[in-house]
C-alpha cells in the first residue's frame, strides 16, 4: 500500500510540472518562433512607379520635327531612301520594357545632323526604395556627370552684392554727384567699346566658337520634373567644329534623352548654338506632354 501511494503521489508531482510549463502560453500570444523585437507590423513596400512600359522610339518623333532638326533629310531625292530616314534605328536593347531609344543620321550639303532619343524606365528592387525616389538618385548623378558651370550673376545683383546703388534717384531736384556722373561716363564709354567689339567680332553661336553666357549648359524649369541642358563644341582647327546639344529630364521613374549633334561639312563653320538649343527643347517638350498624356 505504501508503494502504490508513492506512485500515485508521483504521478500527481508530474502532472502539476507539466501542467506549469503550458500554462500561460495562451495568455502571451508568443510563439517559439517570434523574433526579438517584432512589433508585428509589416513594412510597407514603397510606390511603384507611374509609368510600366515605354513609348516606341522610332515613332516618338514626328516627321515635322524632323525636318527641323535633320534639314537634310527633304534633300534626299529618293523616295524609299527618303522614307528609310525618316523611320531611324533602334538602339540595340536586351529589356524594351526598361530601356529604348532610336537614332537618326541624315546628311547634306551642308552638314551632317545625328540625333538619339532615348528612354529609360527606372525600377527601384528595394522595398524601401521608390522607383521615382530611385529615378531621383541615377538623375542626380546625371546632372554630376554633366558637370555643369555654376550660374551667371547679372550685372546689377553683382553690384547690390558689393555694396553698390542700383537705381539713380532721378526725381526733380536732385542732381547725380560728379563721381556718380563720371562714373556713368565711364560706364557708357566702356559699354560703347564693348558693344563695338562686339559687332565686330564674329557671332558666338554661329562662328565664333564660344557658347554666349545665356546659352550655357544649365538646368531648365518647366520640363518634366527635373531636366537640364548641355552644350558642348568639339573639333580641331583642321576639322569642321562639331556642337552636341543634349537635353535631360525626369517625369516620374522615366528619364529621357535626348543628344542632338550637327557637324558642318565646312571648316571654320560652327553650328549656331542657339537655333540648336531650341530645336532640341522644342523636341523634349513635345516628349514630355506625350508621356504625361
Not at 529609360?120 to 521608390?130: G, K, Q, T
Not at 538646368?219 to 552644350?231: H, P, R, T, Y
Request: charged fraction near 20%.
Amino acid at each position: 500500500m505504501q508503494r502504490k501511494a508513492y506512485a500515485i503521489g508521483t504521478a500527481a508531482l508530474l502532472a502539476a510540472l507539466l501542467t506549469g510549463c503550458t500554462g500561460g502560453s495562451g495568455d502571451t500570444g508568443s510563439t517559439d518562433n517570434a523574433n526579438p523585437g517584432d512589433t508585428g507590423t509589416a513594412t510597407e513596400a514603397a510606390q511603384p512607379g507611374k509609368y510600366r512600359t515605354l513609348p516606341e522610339p522610332c515613332g516618338a518623333v514626328g516627321r515635322g520635327t524632323l525636318d527641323s532638326l535633320l534639314p537634310g533629310i527633304k534633300q534626299i531625292a529618293d523616295q524609299d531612301q527618303r522614307a528609310k530616314a525618316y523611320e531611324g534605328t533602334a538602339t540595340l536593347t536586351y529589356d524594351t520594357d526598361r530601356k529604348v531609344g532610336c537614332r537618326w543620321k541624315v546628311e547634306s550639303a551642308d552638314a551632317t545632323d545625328h540625333l538619339l532619343v532615348d528612354f529609360e524606365r527606372v525600377v527601384s528592387y528595394d522595398n524601401a526604395v521608390s522607383d521615382d525616389s530611385q529615378a531621383q538618385t541615377l538623375f542626380a548623378a546625371r546632372v554630376t556627370a554633366a558637370d555643369l558651370p555654376e550660374p551667371s550673376v547679372p550685372a546689377s545683383s553683382s553690384a547690390l552684392a558689393a555694396g553698390g546703388e542700383a537705381t539713380t534717384d532721378a526725381s526733380p531736384g536732385n542732381s547725380p554727384s560728379p563721381s556718380a556722373s563720371s562714373s556713368s561716363s565711364s560706364s557708357a564709354s566702356s559699354s560703347s567699346s564693348a558693344s563695338s567689339a562686339s559687332s565686330a567680332s564674329p557671332s558666338a553661336g554661329a562662328s565664333g566658337g564660344a557658347t554666349p553666357p545665356d546659352l550655357q549648359p544649365r538646368v531648365l524649369d518647366g520640363l518634366g520634373d527635373e531636366s537640364f541642358l548641355d552644350d558642348q563644341l568639339g573639333g580641331s582647327g583642321s576639322t569642321a567644329a562639331r556642337r552636341t546639344v543634349t537635353v535631360v529630364f525626369r517625369t516620374s521613374n522615366v528619364i529621357v534623352t535626348i543628344e542632338y549633334a550637327e557637324q558642318p561639312t565646312t571648316v571654320g563653320v560652327t553650328p549656331d548654338s542657339k537655333e540648336m538649343q531650341d530645336r532640341a527643347r522644342n523636341l523634349a517638350a513635345q516628349l514630355a506632354d506625350s508621356l504625361s498624356g
